[in-house]
T-cell receptor, first 115, second 115 residues
Framework: DSGVTQTPKHLITATGQRVTLRCSPR?????VYWYQQSLDQGLQFLIQ???????AKGNILERFSAQQFPDLHSELNLSSLELGDSALYFC??????????????FGPGTRLTVL | AQSVAQPEDQVNVAEGNPLTVKCTYS??????LFWYVQYPNRGLQFLLK??????LVKGSYGFEAEFNKSQTSFHLKKPSALVSDSALYFC?????????????FGQGTTLQVKP
């Protein structure tokens, strides 16, 4: 158990809909990362937040947005969903320094299926 | 641009034999390299990392990796494979921008260990 939790585990929805994925980082970790894993694209970085502020953006569509709240949990919002958005979405968190610097701790993922 | 390549989609090895999963990278400057493992329906688990220092890095579950700067490689190795090592393995490089800890992943290599 990495200490990172994600809800829900599975999400089935229809095209055009909007969903919210939730992530709680490990206690004390200030950074949260979102990744998308799909068969054709592999594992792609979407966005990073550090202590409530957006730190880096990757291949994130304009239909997707995220935020990190004062309690450090994060939400990834996916709107106007398309079939191609079906994927496994991972959240990860990391420490700022120390012996485990650079390591990311991954949650179990949310499997999104768009029908 | 930074990138990671895992040239083998799948590696097959007999239990008890040594295993190698290959990874090459392309970065400007000194790389920070990682290996993660993903078991079915699970999140990624950290195995080991190279930040600086000794080129041979030891990690979890008896795995090790050798950093080779001249060949820009970071191959994952284990002296004696177990059936339980069968999983999907990812090599990753940390983005060099000081402002983010995002990871850039290879496409992944499926390791199949047969009894």
């Amino acid at each position: 158990d990495s200490g990172v939790t994600q809800t829900p585990k599975h999400l089935i929805t229809a095209t055009g809909q909007r969903v919210t994925l939730r992530c709680s980082p490990r206690s004390g970790d200030l950074s949260v990362y979102w990744y998308q894993q799909s068969l054709d694209q592999g594992l792609q970085f979407l966005i990073q937040y550090y202590n409530g502020e957006e730190r880096a953006k990757g291949n994130i569509l304009e239909r997707f947005s995220a935020q990190q709240f004062p309690d450090l949990h994060s939400e990834l919002n996916l709107s106007s969903l398309e079939l191609g958005d079906s994927a496994l979405y991972f959240c990860a968190s990391s420490v700022a320094g120390g012996a485990r610097w650079g390591e990311q701790f991954f949650g179990p993922g949310t499997r999104l299926t768009v029908l | 641009a930074q990138s990671v390549a895992q040239p083998e989609d799948q590696v097959n090895v007999a239990e008890g034999n040594p295993l190698t999963v290959k990874c090459t990278y392309s970065v400007s400057g000194n790389p920070y390299l990682f290996w993660y493992v993903q078991y079915p329906n699970r999140g990624l688990q950290f195995l080991l990392k190279y930040i600086t220092g000794d080129n041979l890095v030891k990690g979890s579950y008896g795995f090790e990796a050798e950093f080779n700067k001249s060949q820009t490689s970071f191959h994952l190795k284990k002296p004696s494979a177990l059936v339980s090592d069968s999983a999907l393995y990812f090599c990753a490089v940390r983005a060099l921008s000081s402002n983010t800890g995002k990871l850039i992943f290879g496409q992944g290599t499926t390791l199949q260990v047969k009894p």
